[in-house]
């Protein structure tokens, strides 16, 4: 069961969007130079459609355009029936989701998405602002996979 450890509203981790960012714990990619390796351990509460919904009540004076799951790496399977729930039940909002491998994990519908952000933070490389990075930022259209990385560069 995925669980979360806090949530932020967050205005740079998906292009052009506000979003309510979701902080899940039990991360297995434990990249060195991690800003949150806080979440490495297995600690925090479920995240349930409760307390989704009840993320999106408490933000109401926020006007949000995305929810971004942060992590979720050692359950992919979790991840995407919680980006199908929030597709269901909110689909004017757009749904995104951090992960530290370096592929989209099979066992995610990309349909339930608008972006993904693949690749572990290597400090050499920086992350989505670096044009060394080796992370990637894509977003999700019913027409395909488009690599939209290069609108994190200055």
Known sequence: MLKYVN???????????????IN??????????CHSSYLWKDVGQPLTPRSIEDFLRDVGHVRLTCV???????EPEAVDAVASYIRAN??????????????????????HFDYIKVGPYLRHLGGLDSRRTNQRMFRITPSGIQDITSRFWR
């Open 24 to 33: 899940l714990s039990n991360c297995p990619c434990h990249c060195p130079g």
């Open 68 to 74: 971004g799951l942060m992590g979720g790496d050692a």
């Open 7 to 21: 949530t932020d509203i967050v205005f740079q981790e998906f292009p052009d969007e506000v979003t309510l960012a």
């Open 90 to 111: 909110h689909p004017q909002l757009k749904v995104g989701w951090y992960t530290g491998r370096t592929t989209i994990s099979p066992s995610i519908d990309k349909r």
